[in-house]
Structures are given as structure tokens and as C-alpha cells.
């Protein structure tokens, strides 16, 4: 494979695009700073092929990047690989208003091959390559330049070994027949919906006791106000109020202005300065929560009762069961909440009822909440019995 220098000028990144738009698949990784930003800073990026790879510095002066990006979200034709890749996504989707499509999430595709929940990419290319990735570089200023030899080099191996794992993987999801099972979860995280960082969703991020529609409604106020605040300013969410905070404005709202200063976590300057007046202002114009916004509930759904909640619990037995006879990740298979909404009695709108999830769960999981499967100790091994065979 050919590595190329730090692309750092716009003729040489578009001819690498070029030829990378003839590809079947490129690899792709980014290296961002995010610590003091609202928005991640984007520092380098690395993309690959089977017979060339680079990185690519966005900090360059006069790079112009829409050849890269063009790739990335209007190239049909070419899959983009990534590994653990909502972060990357984030970017792209930051830069353009798009995500790259179609995609391949090797952490996501390893799920479907018993190789864990959260797999790193450190393990997988040691699984797949039998190589130790050098480590060292992780902890990198990546916006700090110039950038060195190693730095770069470690930065193109994420890349260049992806590009000799991916063809692997694709070939053992072939021999398994799993491929499928991958398509609705790429979908799903490529949709764009999750990068779109809406301020009047930004209330569901922060944790906060109790269901009063004034309080949330106060939340919901607070929150897009310190989103605002954050992106006019590029700082984290934290720098503005944190979380602990904003929950305490929202269930214990100051009456007037000067009595911010008592609020722990504010700085009592804010009693008289113009961020205390808009706080204020976020406060004074916010209203009760309506019916149709308020969250449900999810302290193991109200509507389960006891027994309800046992047999969600029978059902995560039968998935950690299912998904060590299959090899594959439980959290591919169900998620809780699925389980959750199987035991109350929900039988549309569930994962698990649907196409390859209930041929390898769902229909079992459905058996046992309607009596037609049991649990079973033989030769001191649990098994499923079906009641007929029982009663039989």
C-alpha cells in the first residue's frame, strides 16, 4: 500500500479523491480536540483504500476540503468504513449537514460476530492482523502543529490496517449469513437525525428527578438557552452551567436576578451581568411542559407491576442465553427496553418482533411471555423446554 506525505494543498487532495471515488470501499478515522470547544475541532484526517492511504490536514491554510466531503456524502457508489465511527460522523455531519452513506461500522459488524459489545480497535486488529498497535500517540494534542513522523504514522495505521480488517470481516459475515443483520443498524447510525443537535431537544441530555410539566418546561427553557450560549461562545455545555445546575434552576427557580449569586455552581457575578439577565430571560419566558412532550416513564415502566418486572427479567435471561448459543452480541439482539415492552403487554413498534431478530429472539422471547416456552434444569445445564413437551 502507498502512503502518502500530509496532504496539505487542495490540488493533491482532489486528485486523491479522484481516484478514491473508483474505489469499492475507503477507510476512514478523524483526530479531533473537543475539550475546550463546543463544537470538536477537527485536526486530521486519514482515508484508505487497498492500494493507497493518507492523511489529510484540515488546518492547512487555503485547503479547500469539499472534493473530501463530496466523497464522503454524495459518492453512492463507494462504502465508508469506520470503526466506532458516531464521532466521525458527527464531524462530517457538522461540516455538511449530511453523514457519509452508505457506511460500514466494524465495531457494530464485530457485535454480529460474538467478538463483544464495545470492541476496541486496538483488539480487533489484533484479532483479525495479529498486530499490537503502538499506543503511544493516543493522547496526542492533534491541533498543535507541525505535527511529527510518528504522530502521522500512527494516525494512517488506523486506516491502513481497517483496510486489510474490513475485507475479513465481510467475508465471515458472508460464510455466517449475517450481512443482513448489519443493514438496519447502519441505517440507523447514519441517520442524520442523531447528529442534529437541536437546541429544544437539548432538555433530554440532562438528567433530573420528578415529572412536573413546570419544572421540565423550565428545563427545556434553561437547556436551549445554555445550547445558544455554548455555540455562540464554542464552548462545552459545561463551561456555560453544568447539568447539576441547570436541573437546580429548573426545580428551584430564582425569582429575580439578584438572587442568582446564591445559586451554587453560578458565579455570583451573575447576579448583574448581561448572561445572568438572559438566563433570566430563558426563565421568564419558559412554559409548563404539554402532555405530548413529557417524557415516559421509564422506572421499569409503572405498567409492568412485579410480575411484569420478573419477567423482563426472564426475558434478559433468554437473551444472555440466546445470544451465547448464536455468538452474537446481546445488545444486537434486544435492548431493555424491548424486553421491558414485551413483558407490558407491547406488541407493536418492538425490535424483536421484526425480521431477523425475531427469527434468532424475538419469537422464543414471545413464547415465553405467552406460556408457550419455559425454563428448564437438565443434567444441571438450563435449557428451553417447550409447555407442550412438558405437559406431554
Known amino acids: 500500500m502507498h502512503i502518502h506525505p500530509l496532504i496539505t494543498d487542495s490540488a493533491t487532495l482532489a486528485n486523491l479523491c479522484t481516484r478514491l471515488g473508483q474505489a469499492d470501499f475507503v477507510c476512514v478515522d478523524t483526530e479531533f480536540m473537543r475539550e475546550n470547544t463546543f463544537w470538536p475541532e477537527l485536526c486530521l484526517i486519514q482515508i484508505a483504500d487497498v492500494n493507497e492511504a493518507a492523511a489529510i490536514d484540515p488546518m492547512a491554510p487555503g485547503l479547500d476540503m469539499t472534493p473530501l466531503l463530496e466523497l464522503m456524502t454524495n459518492n453512492e457508489d463507494v462504502l465508508k468504513v469506520f470503526h466506532a465511527g458516531g464521532q466521525d460522523l458527527e464531524i462530517i455531519y457538522n461540516l455538511t449537514g449530511k453523514t457519509p452513506h452508505p457506511l460500514f461500522d466494524t465495531q457494530v459488524a464485530a457485535m454480529a460476530l460474538g467478538q463483544g459489545e464495545q470492541v476496541g ?3 480487533l486488529v489484533d484479532a483479525y492482523l495479529g498486530i499490537q498497535v503502538d499506543k503511544g500517540a493516543r493522547f496526542t494534542d492533534w491541533s498543535r502543529r507541525p505535527l511529527d513522523a510518528r504522530q502521522i504514522e500512527y494516525a494512517i495505521g488506523d486506516v491502513t490496517h481497517l483496510a486489510k480488517i474490513f475485507p475479513k470481516m465481510l467475508e465471515r459475515l458472508r460464510k455466517t449469513g449475517r450481512g443482513a443483520w448489519l443493514d438496519q443498524e447502519m441505517e440507523r447510525l447514519g441517520d442524520p437525525k442523531n447528529y442534529a443537535n437541536d437546541p429544544d431537544e437539548a432538555w433530554k ?4 428527578a420528578g415529572r412536573k410539566p413546570d419544572v421540565l418546561g423550565r428545563l427545556k427553557a434553561l437547556a436551549r438557552w445554555r445550547e445558544l450560549e455554548a455555540r455562540g461562545k464554542d464552548l462545552p455545555r459545561g463551561r456555560i452551567v453544568k447539568d447539576e445546575t441547570l436541573a437546580d434552576l429548573a426545580g428551584h427557580s430564582p425569582r429575580k436576578q439578584a438572587d442568582l449569586a446564591k445559586v451554587r455552581g453560578l458565579s455570583a457575578t451573575w ?3 448581561d448572561i445572568g439577565a438572559r438566563l433570566m430571560a430563558a426563565l421568564e419566558a419558559a412554559v409548563p411542559m404539554s ?14 407491576g412485579k410480575d411484569g418486572a420478573l419477567v423482563a427479567d426472564l426475558l434478559k435471561l433468554l437473551l444472555k442465553i440466546r445470544s451465547k448459543e448464536i455468538d452474537v452480541a446481546a445488545r444486537l439482539l434486544a435492548r431493555s427496553e424491548d424486553l421491558e415492552a414485551l413483558a407490558a403487554g407491547q ?13 434468532q429472539f424475538g419469537r422464543d422471547a414471545l413464547d415465553l411471555v405467552e406460556g408457550r416456552l419455559a425454563f428448564a434444569v437438565v443434567n444441571g445445564k438450563l435449557k428451553m423446554t417447550r409447555t407442550e413437551d412438558v405437559e406431554a
Open 205 to 208: 441530555r440532562v438528567r433530573i
Open 271 to 273: 447576579a448583574g451581568n
Open 121 to 123: 480497535y486496538s483488539n
Open 291 to 304: 402532555a405530548e412532550e413529557m417524557p415516559a416513564r421509564d422506572d421499569r415502566k409503572p405498567g409492568l
Open 347 to 359: 406488541r407493536e413498534g418492538i425490535s424483536i418482533l421484526e425480521g431477523w431478530r425475531f427469527d
